[in-house]
């Protein structure tokens, strides 16, 4: 069967730098940081006092009021997100079998803040007295589940649990379940809210985060002072629609899903494989996925960019394993310098912003950065986003576990 044509409809989001698509973009070309010190517990026992909050909202401005309390954080982000998304995409459900409409949202640690409070409540009042909500409240394919009910979506419903490379997983996967004929809408991405006691502990602990107080100098991809990445919270949820179907509707296109890539490292639970050999295999196959795009064609790379020695060297390297001379050409630029790491929902939330750099024509600085290394020698488009002529955009997500997703979209010229 002829592979079919998948698009772009509908975007949402909420993030450390917005509360929307239109806020979140023009943060991102501003070059705003939203790493901040941590409010939503007292972390001063702990050594890292720095996150990328979503900042002053209100969950209950755009949720049912008792929903909210039934809700884990990150299905509050991922209902809003794609509340949104629904709404820009003028999906009238009416008109739609909804049993061609499908969800596919991931989370990498689900209700982890339902679990500490839970467990710290049942400590003292006994584990029979575990609230009924628990467990739908904490499992992480509930914001995939809860997103279905809101929008009567009855086709596939499921959540890629992959890491970092989560959001990305869900974006590739809806993008070939439409492209081979199992659906004409899905919503996809990714959410997370894991900015806990226990988690931020966890990754202290392995030395994955980066402990220092200053908000300019903590999240800084392929700076060589980078140590650690800065957890970050949200959601970024997109409408995918196949072409002759958004174009019978008269909906609007933000730009065209043409390729993705999904592979294993098969190498270390956190560590990624030397040279960046399983994201290297994960961008050649998205080029050749939507029909051997030339490396040269690509302009620009959304990088995974998480401000860790190993990853952004790696990353580095792989980008020039499959790129070539061209790799010097291109710009590579990390947004997580702007919203720390997201982690199942970065992927997401960089769709997004990728998206918008294929509509806009502009480029999003790597902010903060300052201290060259030798390792990481591209165009990481420092400190000042810039205007440019965009045709193809990747955007990659690498995850823990030796999970590597990449998805390539172009610019929509209809």
């Known amino acids: 069967m002829e592979k079919r044509r998948v698009v772009i409809t509908g975007m949402g989001t909420i993030n450390p730098v917005g509360h929307n698509v239109a806020e979140s973009w023009q943060a991102v070309r501003d070059g705003v940081c939203g790493i901040a010190p941590i409010t939503q517990y007292d972390s001063s026992a702990q050594k890292v006092h720095l996150a990328a909050e979503v900042k002053n909202w209100d969950p209950t401005a755009v949720l049912d009021k008792k929903e909210v309390r039934h809700m884990g954080r990150y299905s509050q982000f991922a209902v809003a997100a794609a509340k949104e998304a629904m709404a820009d995409s003028a999906l009238n459900m009416e008109a739609e079998d909804s049993t061609r409409c499908a969800v596919i949202v991931s989370s990498g640690i689900g209700g982890i803040s339902t679990t500490e409070s839970e467990q710290t409540r049942c400590l003292q009042k006994g584990f029979d007295k575990a609230s009924p909500f628990y467990i739908p409240s904490n ?19 499921t959540c890629p649990v ?5 959001g990305s997983n869900a974006v590739g996967d809806a993008f070939r379940h439409i492209r081979d004929g199992y659906a004409e809408v899905a919503l996809c991405g990714g959410t997370e809210a894991c900015v806990t006691p226990l988690s931020i502990g966890g990754f202290t602990s392995m030395r994955a985060l980066h402990v220092g107080d200053d908000p300019t100098r903590a999240s800084i991809p392929f700076d060589a002072e980078r140590d650690g990445f800065v957890l970050g919270e949200g959601a970024g949820i997109l409408v995918l629609e196949e072409y002759e179907h958004a174009v019978a509707r008269g909906a609007k296109i933000y730009a065209e899903v043409v390729g993705y890539g999904a592979t294993c490292d098969a190498y270390h639970i956190t560590a990624p494989a030397p040279g960046g050999e399983g994201g290297a295999r994960a961008m050649q196959q998205a080029l050749e996925d939507a029909g051997g795009v030339a490396p040269e064609l690509v302009d620009y790379i959304n990088a995974h960019g998480t401000s860790t020695p190993l990853n952004d060297s790696g990353e ?27 982690l199942g929902a970065a ?8 998206a918008m ?24 488009v420092p400190n000042q986003g810039r205007a440019a002529d965009l045709h193809y955009a990747l955007s990659n997500s690498l995850g823990f576990g030796g999970h590597n997703a990449c998805v390539l979209f172009k610019k929509w010229e209809g």
């Open 139 to 157: 499992i992480a394919n509930m914001a995939a589940g809860r997103i279905a009910i809101e929008f009567g979506f009855k086709g596939m419903c």
């Open 316 to 342: 580095t390297a792989a980008i020039k394993a499959v790129f070539g001379q061209h790799a010097y050409q291109l710009a590579v630029s990390s947004t997580k310098s702007m919203t720390g790491h997201m």
């Open 357 to 380: 750099a294929l509509k806009d024509g502009y480029i999003p600085a790597t902010i903060n950065y300052k201290v060259p290394d030798p390792a990481c020698d591209l165009d990481y």
């Open 162 to 166: 992959t890491a970092c490379a989560g």
């Open 347 to 354: 992927g997401g939330v960089e769709a997004i912003f990728t």
